[in-house]
């Protein structure tokens, strides 16, 4: 799994780069063909402070890509936001791409 995680009026210090990896394992725990991964992280300058730290990822996986965005007051609580919303979806694209047809039951003489 290659993995980016770049920032966007934000310096991504040590910390936040082992947050947010510890967070994505949660993502190849639960499907291990997970090619690449970008997550930028930004500080956007809106008057509303509530919504001002986002995460946004980008997710190839084999077969597809995901996307997934979240904001919030707090970096930590988007990101946090950011792998509920990646888990679910590839969670969802496992269920898709898994074979759920079973083979024809051998008869025995």
């Known amino acids: 799994m290659n993995l980016t995680i770049s920032g966007h009026h934000l310096e991504v210090t040590p910390a936040l780069r082992t947050y947010v990896t510890s967070k994505l394992e949660r993502i190849t725990r639960h499907f291990d063909k997970v090619v690449d991964v970008k997550v930028i992280l930004t500080v956007e300058k809106q008057k509303e402070k509530e919504r ?58």
């Open 52 to 109: 001002r730290q986002r995460a946004e990822c980008n997710i190839h996986v084999k077969g597809s890509d995901l996307f997934a965005e979240c904001s919030n007051a707090d970096l930590y609580a988007a990101v946090d936001q950011l792998v509920d919303k990646l888990d679910r979806q590839v969670v969802r694209h496992k269920d898709r791409v898994q074979d759920h047809h079973h083979a024809a039951p051998k008869r025995l003489m």
